[in-house]
């Protein structure tokens, strides 16, 4: 089977398995595919009208009888419903909860109308670091992984983790997070870049959801002190739940004028496109998409040593890496790629190449194998 019918479940908003889904499916739409997003908003990389894109929206109903609104049961209904009547090949779920779950009990019913459904599951790191905060949700991991047809994790680390906390029989596939690499307009880079920095100023950025797992009060700490040695600016994009001690830590250091707190901004090529180094102290990732992106923009990443970012970024040739929460080496390890041209212009290049392969053409034939196997089985 060539051209397959495709439905993506996933979480429509900025964090990372969105943008990776979204991508995906746009990609597969472009080789021909037909895709079918199935979830409970518009998703943010979805962008307008595009060939062979069909998103089905889950309605979440507002009954007062419920304290809290039964997702699931509606995305499972939902499932049933594009896959009989779009006549899907399979279901490819982003995220193990509530998506998993939801495509095992849609595959059931449909099996009980004579409609058989594989699905794919593929994991993307805080579905499985969950269960080691509330092992409730384990039994239900467990189960949806092993009636999966197939399994898939972004990497190597989140593969260990996922065998090591689930007793998974079904095989786990890695399979890597991947990138677009564009072309930036130079001349566009350097009129937006002056309305930021001056020409001498490097800048620094760092993108997240502002959640406490991206420490990013590490950020602030590490651009404290690379700006006390090298005055530069510090792009902070996105906002979430640390964005209030955020602000009054940036107060508290007096770095108000240098830091912009540019807000969630739906494509970061641009903000990546004027950025000198990227900042990642994570507590943990389980791949750190936001670094690969920034390496396809030519940005070295400054981070942390944990979780999958080895396996992106590499350390003394693409950024460096640092134990989680050593700010004092992680800026001076920014310090040292600032004070040298040539260094940091090699590492620019060196990101950009390093980038190139987790390049979307190498990554979607890996999961178009994996659709292939699981409808011949
Ligand atoms: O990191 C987040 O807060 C968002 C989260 C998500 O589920 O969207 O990101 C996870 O998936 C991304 C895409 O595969 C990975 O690049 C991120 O490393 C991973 N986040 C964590 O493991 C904390």
Do not use: W
Not at 219 to 231: C, G, Q, S, T, Y
Not at 261 to 280: C, E, N, Y
Not at 343 to 368: C, G, H, I, Q, W
């Amino acid at each position: 089977m060539d051209k397959m019918k495709i439905g993506i479940v996933l979480y429509p908003t900025f964090g990372g398995s969105g943008v990776v889904a979204t991508e995906l499916g746009k990609a597969l739409a472009k080789k021909g595919h037909e895709i079918h997003f199935i979830t409970y908003s518009q998703p943010v990389r979805l962008g307008s009208f595009r060939e062979n894109i069909f998103y089905h929206e889950v309605a979440v109903s507002d009954y007062p009888l419920f304290e809290y609104q039964p997702y699931e049961t509606e995305l499972a209904s939902k499932m049933v419903d594009v896959v009989k009547y779009e006549k899907l090949d399979l279901l490819h779920v982003h995220y193990a909860i509530p998506h998993a779950s939801a495509a095992f009990m849609a595959k059931q019913i449909l099996l009980s109308q004579g409609i058989k459904i594989p699905y794919v599951t593929t994991l993307h790191g805080t579905d499985i670091t969950l269960v080691g905060k509330d092992p409730s949700f384990e039994p239900v991991i467990t189960f949806c992984l092993n009636q999966s047809d197939a399994v898939t994790a972004v990497s190597e680390s989140l593969k260990k983790d996922t065998l090591e906390h689930f007793k998974t029989k079904t095989e786990v596939h890695v399979v890597p997070n991947f990138i677009q690499i564009m072309d930036e307009d130079a001349n566009q880079v350097q009129l937006i870049r002056q309305r930021y920095a001056l020409d001498n100023e490097p800048v620094l950025c760092h993108i997240s959801n502002f959640r406490k797992v991206k420490r990013v009060e590490d950020v602030l700490l590490i651009f404290n002190e690379v700006n006390k040695k090298i005055p530069s600016k510090l792009l902070l994009v996105g906002d979430g739940p640390e964005r209030a001690n955020l602000d009054s830590l940036c107060r508290q250091l007096n770095l108000c004028d240098r830091v912009i707190m540019i807000g969630k901004v739906r494509d970061t090529a641009h903000v990546l496109g004027i950025s000198d180094l990227f900042l990642l102290p994570s507590e943990t990732e389980s791949f750190g998409l936001a670094a690969l992106e920034a390496m396809a923009m030519s940005v070295p990443v400054i981070s942390s040593n944990t979780g999958g970012i080895p396996e992106v970024n590499v350390h003394g040739v693409t950024g460096f890496l640092s134990n989680v929460g050593d700010v004092s080496d992680m800026a001076q390890n920014a310090i040292k790629l600032l004070e040298s041209d040539s260094l940091l212009s090699k590492f620019k290049m060196n990101a950009l190449n390093r980038a190139k392969d987790f390049s979307l053409e190498k990554v979607l034939p890996l999961y178009e194998r994996i659709y292939k196997q699981v409808l011949s089985k």
